[in-house]
């Protein structure tokens, strides 16, 4: 039977962490662990997880991490549940049956060793819900809407691939996926998790780009249909920042398209 340590991230938010706990606690289907990695430098958080009462799986350090991919790597440690789900501060589960599904299909499919699902984000101010399979040949295109909060991934794959690097900023996840892409992989066609799309990979995006293509090279040597591929996000970005970038992305979305 599948087991779940859900893994969540901090700094400084502590209504963030209050959300996501919160959606944590709403499942029917209850993680055997909750890890809240805390890297504050105030006590704000620590004082809550301290002295409110919290359900008898949520633990958590309180301690000053070295950025992003340091504090996956403890709670990645720290979990001792076969299957990790890394859900962010701020970011939250679709719905109560969340971690219900995803130990019906791992549970189905003993020997797939990460899922990916779908996420609702926001694109041009609009609500949207996205997400794809992964294909491995369609790593140019970067995360390609296999968004890393949909992510549930066995704690014995992380073993076998290695730590996330704190040499990248942002694309992290976008190395580890490239890592993962030979492992057993199911697409779970359902919402997973709501993206609080205030984190740095969303305000950054330009620099995010640039940090995928460094990954990508590393893994895969230079490709002329990557920086093609990049170009065309720079452009969309661009033109969704304008009056009819988003007139034809509401189009698009009203043809469901807005996955595509």
Same mark, same amino acid.
């Given at each position: 039977m599948?087991?779940?340590s859900?893994?969540?991230i901090?700094f400084?938010?502590?209504?963030? /962490?209050q959300r996501?706990?919160?959606?944590?606690?709403?499942?029917?289907?209850?993680p055997?662990?909750?890890?809240? *990695?805390n890297?504050?430098?105030?006590?704000?958080?620590a004082?809550?997880?301290?002295?409110?009462?919290?359900?008898?799986?949520?633990?958590?350090?309180?301690?000053?991490?070295?950025?992003?991919?340091d504090?996956?790597n403890k709670?990645i440690?720290?979990?001792?549940?076969?299957?990790?789900?890394?859900?962010?501060?701020?970011?939250?589960?679709?719905?109560?049956?969340?971690?219900?599904? /995803?130990?019906?299909?791992?549970?189905?499919?003993?020997?797939t060793?990460?899922?990916?699902?779908?996420?609702?984000?926001?694109?041009?101010?609009?609500?949207?819900?996205?997400?794809?399979?992964?294909?491995?040949?369609?790593?140019?295109?970067?995360m390609?809407s /296999?968004?890393h909060p949909?992510?549930?991934?066995?704690?014995?794959?992380?073993?076998?691939?290695?730590?996330?690097?704190?040499?990248?900023?942002?694309? &992290?996840?976008?190395?580890?996926?490239?890592?993962?892409?030979?492992?057993?992989?199911?697409?779970?066609?359902?919402? *997973?998790?709501?993206?609080?799309d205030?984190?740095?990979?969303?305000?950054?995006?330009l620099?995010?780009?640039?940090?995928?293509?460094?990954?990508?090279?590393?893994?895969?040597?230079?490709s002329?249909?990557?920086?093609?591929?990049?170009l065309?996000?720079?452009?969309?970005h661009?033109?969704?920042?304008?009056?009819?970038?988003?007139?034809?992305?509401?189009i698009?979305r009203?043809?469901?398209?807005e996955? &595509?």
């Open positions: 599948a087991s779940f859900v893994v969540t901090c400084n938010n502590l209504a963030d /962490v996501t706990c919160a959606s944590v606690d709403q499942q029917q289907r209850k055997e662990e909750h890890w809240i *990695i890297g504050s430098a105030t006590e704000e958080i004082d809550w997880l301290i002295n409110t009462p919290q359900p008898g799986y949520r633990k958590w350090i309180n301690e000053r991490d070295k950025g992003i991919a504090a996956f709670g440690a720290k979990a001792g549940s076969d299957i990790i789900h890394l859900l962010n501060s701020g970011d939250t589960y679709a719905s109560a049956e969340v971690l219900k599904a /995803v130990e019906k299909e791992f549970d189905a499919n003993p020997e060793q990460w899922i990916s699902g779908n996420i609702e984000l926001m694109r041009a101010g609009k609500k949207v819900l996205v997400g794809k399979a992964f294909e491995k040949s369609k790593l140019y295109r970067g390609r /296999v968004s949909t992510w549930f991934v066995r704690k014995a794959v992380y073993e076998r691939v290695g730590e996330y690097k704190s040499e990248y900023k942002i694309a &992290m996840d976008y190395d580890m996926m490239c890592r993962l892409a030979d492992e057993p992989y199911r697409y779970l066609n359902i919402p *997973i998790a709501v993206f609080d205030t984190g740095i990979s969303s305000v950054q995006y620099r995010s780009l640039e940090e995928t293509k460094k990954v990508y090279i590393s893994h895969f040597r230079f002329y249909k990557m920086m093609l591929w990049q065309r996000l720079k452009l969309l661009y033109l969704l920042q304008t009056s009819l970038g988003k007139l034809l992305f509401t698009k009203k043809m469901g398209l996955n &595509m």
